[in-house]
């Protein structure tokens, strides 16, 4: 009988990096469609893909260009999520594939969706798949034509899961494209963006406390942006807080564009790691930040978690809102255990990787993109709890936490929701 493949902290830590094993490198074998691949990189599927993330500009709408099978899911999708008034289609035939004649359609069908409108959009996405990467479509150049024809802005995003393994992958492609609208204008000293991700951070977050006390009045998001006019003042920042690395091509777009510097941040659970990267951004921007009520409560949330329940055993997925190791290694922090983590291993997230290592050599880390998941059989030691959904479909019948709410958590406030979720998960349960 064949088994999932693993491989221990100890063993991934020591061998280094360089040396991570194929199994857990989707560019070296076939795909396997877990449930959080199913659900995180799908474009027609839930949370925010390419299609979804193109119309994070407000007033926008988009024209979809691609054969009829991906024109299907994505009316599935704006139905479930009340888009089906901002899509718009350019369905291919196989002549069209085969020729390209359909890129001299492009600017016809823009033309067309603006006229349409009643209200007219603010910009035009256009939605090109697969079929194009294969074609090498210069898409620049057709926007620009379609600009020249119907006079609206139009923006080219990629739905091109080719590219998942290169430099600049769908998401963070998509996040420069819907940036790049944004034209120089007078920068404010207080005002900045926050950029990273298509929904708002909780309104609770104490992010935006620590920066309005510290001076800053705008603090804009593009998920926050009522209207076009609300996102063109974006220019106006003094500089950029990057809380994805996702991001991060985007907000040096707008650093060349746009002479907007940024400062990037990173989602953690470690209330002590929290603090740190706090202090860093204060000593940054030049101001001082004081987090420690913040950081009191957080950490009396987790003491009292831990007096009630004890020592708890998790599985931790990667469909979350979370770095699936960072949160490894904060849960390990806080003297609970961590048997198995679901996750993609990558060179930003080792040196959590490496901590796990020292604090619990045994852990499993597993790879939901690998094949040999078809496999996977729970071990013998018992979990109390899971987070993320795929966790909870490996491990059926554990309290789960799914942890994937559109609303981002972040900071001190993420953790305290985070403790609160575990709680009401195990409500019944003995430990």
Known sequence: MNNAFYITAAQLAKAGFE??????LSAKHLIYSSPATLAFNSPGAQGFGVKRAGLAIPGSVMLLVSPGCCGRNTTMQSRLCGYQDR????LLDDTDIVTGRHLTKIPEAVKEVYEFCDKKPSAVMICITCVDALLGTDMDRVSRKCEELAGVPVVPCYMY????EKKLPPMAAVRKAVYSLLKPQKRHPDAMNILGYFSPLNDDSEIYE????????SIREISRCEDFAQYEKMSQANFNLVLNSEA?????????TLGIPYIEMMRMYSIDKIHNQYMSLASAIGVTFDDSEHYSEAKAVIEDFGKRRGKLNFAIGEFLNADSFELACALLGCGHGVSEIYGTVGERNFRFIEKIAKLSPETKIFSNLSPTMLDYEPSGKTIDVCIGNDAGYYHSGVPTVDWNEERQPFGYAGVKLLFEKLDEALKGVGK
């Open 210 to 217: 620590l920066l309005t006390k510290a001076g800053i009045k």
């Open 87 to 90: 899509f718009f289609y350019l």
């Open 248 to 256: 991060r091509y985007a907000a040096q777009q707008m650093s060349e």
């Open 19 to 24: 040396n991570t094993p194929d199994e857990l």
């Open 161 to 164: 899961a080719l590219t998942r």
